[in-house]
């Protein structure tokens, strides 16, 4: 069969040049790119893995830190209200003027019937979103009774402090487990210098008729003794006794002076010390629930 005579089938099959091109040598030089490419892309490999774990090293980082990469512009918004399941659980009605570092008042409206609350252990604890710090607010106590004039909790009241202005999350927990939250902003305080009063022969500074103290004056870095009085006779010592301090301007809680429970008394000799000069304000807890707030100025220290 001449060339002519086969089919378009095989005459397309075959090369078109009259002499092989694809020669050994060339096919060796292809070899050697195609190894070449694998080895190069291989080597890129790493690179990539390495770049991701370097990113997910910063997301821990920054995790770790309190923040987070995906968050930190992130606004958190108040929420007065709890519901589950689309059902309201929770509503909560602070004083209007609730401020850091003072004992205000709460009306939480539940919303459940009593039933379900009846017989078990409520306790509510409040967190700063900010910085994580954990306060107690209300003790764990035996559900007993409805709300007086009502058949439910619809108007369960509640006083205490917090001790840093921002948002704060609110947690209620209902025989240990989450029952319900709400999320509040609380604002910042007055950094006015608490006034001195007089009680017996001595001149104090603080809250009367609740707690306060001699205050010789603060010098920065530099430990003084101060005595403690406990004013208020349901107030008296009993417990743990600690007491916490933060800076004007600043969120970070340092705790200065921590006492055990040693029987009842009404004064406390202590010894206190504020690492920088300005505005602190002493936050004063007895068993981790905050009395109150005492605003005193720390001197420059001189010799430093």
Not at 94 to 123: M, N, Q, V
Not at 155 to 176: I, K, N, V
Not at 194 to 210: A, H, Q
Not at 252 to 264: Q, R
């Amino acid at each position: 069969m001449s060339k002519h005579d086969r089919s378009w089938e095989d005459r397309l099959a075959e090369s078109p040049f009259d002499s092989s091109r694809f020669t050994e040598e060339l096919k060796e030089n292809v070899r050697s790119r195609v190894k070449g490419g694998a080895v190069r892309r291989s080597l890129r490999v790493p690179a990539v893995l390495l770049g991701a774990v370097a990113f997910i090293g910063l997301v821990i980082f920054y995790a770790m830190d309190g923040s987070s990469l995906f968050s930190r512009g992130e606004q958190i918004e108040a929420r007065q209200a709890y519901y589950r399941d689309g059902q309201l659980l929770l509503e909560a009605f602070p004083d209007p003027e609730l401020k850091a570092g003072i004992s205000y008042g709460y009306l939480f409206h539940f919303a459940a019937p009593f039933e379900e609350l009846r017989g078990k252990t409520l306790s509510l604890e409040a967190v700063h979103l900010r910085t994580g710090e954990r306060t107690k607010a209300v003790e764990p106590f035996v559900v007993e009774a409805p709300s007086s004039g009502y058949e439910g909790l619809e108007r369960w009241t509640a006083s205490f402090a917090l001790p840093l202005p921002g948002m704060w999350r609110y947690e209620f927990t209902l025989d240990g487990e989450h029952y319900a939250d709400v999320v509040l902003e609380v604002a910042e305080p007055d950094w006015s210098l608490t006034p001195t009063f007089s009680k017996e022969t001595y001149e104090l500074r603080g809250i009367p008729g609740t707690i306060a103290f001699v205050d010789p004056g603060f010098i920065a870095n530099q430990h003084n003794k101060y005595m403690w009085f406990f004013l208020d006779r349901n107030l008296a010592q009993k417990g743990d006794f600690e007491v916490k301090a933060v800076r004007e301007g600043s969120d970070k809680l340092l705790s200065i002076l921590k006492y055990g429970p040693a029987g009842s008394y009404d004064r406390l000799p202590s010894s206190m010390m504020l690492p920088e000069p300005g505005k602190w304000r002493l936050l004063p807890y007895m068993n981790g629930k905050l009395i109150g707030s005492i605003v005193v100025d720390v001197a420059k220290n001189e010799e430093s």
